[in-house]
Nanobody, 124 residues
Framework: QVPLAESGGGLVQAGASLRLSCVAH????????MGWFRQAPGKEREFLAA????????YYADSVKGRFTISRDNPKNTVYLQMNNLKVEDTAKYYC?????????????????WGQGTQVTVST
């Protein structure tokens, strides 16, 4: 298990930007791949973005490609999700997730550690 703590969510207007942060504790952060997911009430948890252990490779869901950017700062044990041009349909609880290996995945079943989530609400 990798303890994870997300922060940076909040209430913003459509078109605004937010930067989510996720700090990992208790494990060698540079050896594991990370991902961001979101879940709205009544819907499945949705993959958003993934990054490999070094930050050299990233992958995005079509729904956020061009608007969201995942990055990491390994010395700080932190992964980020920069979200630009937010839309009302982006409203959801956003989760950081960690794998036990360094290769990326888009499948939530491949992620063994999850944060508690941070709420993002986008108003009209």
């Amino acid at each position: 298990q990798v303890p994870l703590a997300e922060s940076g969510g909040g209430l913003v207007q459509a078109g605004a930007s937010l930067r989510l942060s996720c700090v990992a504790h208790g494990r060698t952060f540079s050896s594991i791949a990370m991902g961001w997911f979101r879940q709205a009430p009544g819907k499945e948890r949705e993959f958003l973005a993934a990054i490999d252990r070094s930050g050299g490779s990233t992958y995005y869901a079509d729904s956020v490609k061009g608007r969201f950017t995942i990055s990491r700062d390994n010395p700080k044990n932190t992964v980020y999700l920069q979200m630009n041009n937010l839309k009302v349909e982006d409203t959801a609880k956003y989760y950081c997730a960690a794998r036990s290996v360094g290769v990326m995945s888009t499948d939530r079943r491949d992620f063994g550690s999850w944060g508690q989530g941070t709420q993002v609400t986008v108003s009209t």
